[in-house]
T-cell receptor, first 112, second 113 residues
Framework: NAGVTQTPKFQVLKTGQSMTLQCAQD?????MSWYRQDPGMGLRLIHY???????DQGEVPNGYNVSRSTTEDFPLRLLSAAPSQTSVYFC???????????FGPGTRLTVL | GNSVTQMEGPVTLSEEAFLTINCTYT??????LFWYVQYPGEGLQLLLK?????DKGSNKGFEATYRKETTSFHLEKGSVQVSDSAVYFC????????????FGTGTRLTVIP
């Protein structure tokens, strides 16, 4: 049981490049979400999904896209990276019937 | 909407000292309250929670009591260890139907031998 996995662990991009952060969970959780963590600002919700085929915006969705084609996977896409997107990104999941979230180990992204 | 305000850090304590990290909340109704912990280089993990007023959550020697009179959920530990060095986050669900978690800004704790 791997829990929530994220790849890559580290990534450096140039401004304007695109990339996808991968997130997968093997716990059959309906709910998945993406957060970014910035110094002094805690975690802020980017996008979330309550099930396959359903996604919605969080607090800071601009510049990010998501899709949820399967229960297991919830990739986060940066279409045109900007230095303001330099951050640590965390994926999380839980059953919709419970309130405990499980977090992945994070992806540290630097945009030059 | 629902929100939490968390004590600013960083906090540095000697081993075996008493720890308090303050958290106050604003909420409609009485949602569950949480403390999450982030150890260096890792993702967040649930430390403890309380689901209703006057509940006390506890785990690994940490405690927090859900106090509706003072709208607080302060984290305490009687004797900290070096291994408790981490960032601690207070959190509560937002008001959407999805119950997304809203996190405080985090408090970094360093325990020195």
């Amino acid at each position: 049981n791997a829990g929530v996995t994220q790849t890559p662990k580290f990534q450096v991009l140039k401004t304007g490049q695109s990339m996808t952060l991968q997130c997968a969970q093997d716990m059959n959780h309906e709910y998945m979400s993406w957060y970014r963590q910035d110094p002094g600002m805690g975690l802020r919700l980017i996008h979330y999904s309550v099930g396959a085929g359903i996604t919605d915006q969080g607090e800071v969705p601009n510049g990010y896209n998501v899709s949820r084609s399967t229960t297991e996977d919830f990739p986060l896409r940066l279409l045109s990276a900007a230095p303001s997107q330099t951050s640590v990104y965390f994926c999380a999941s839980r059953r919709t019937s419970t309130d405990t979230q499980y977090f992945g180990p994070g992806t540290r992204l630097t945009v030059l | 909407g629902n929100s939490v305000t968390q004590m600013e850090g960083p906090v540095t304590l000697s081993e075996e000292a008493f720890l308090t990290i303050n958290c106050t909340y604003t909420a409609t109704g009485y949602p569950s309250l949480f403390w999450y912990v982030q150890y260096p280089g890792e993702g967040l993990q649930l430390l403890l929670k309380a689901t209703k007023a006057d509940d006390k959550g506890s785990n690994k020697g940490f405690e927090a009591t859900y106090r509706k009179e003072t709208t607080s959920f302060h984290l305490e530990k009687g004797s900290v260890q070096v291994s408790d060095s981490a960032v601690y986050f207070c959190a509560l669900p937002d008001q959407t139907g999805a119950n997304n978690l809203f996190f405080g800004t985090g408090t970094r704790l360093t325990v020195i031998p």
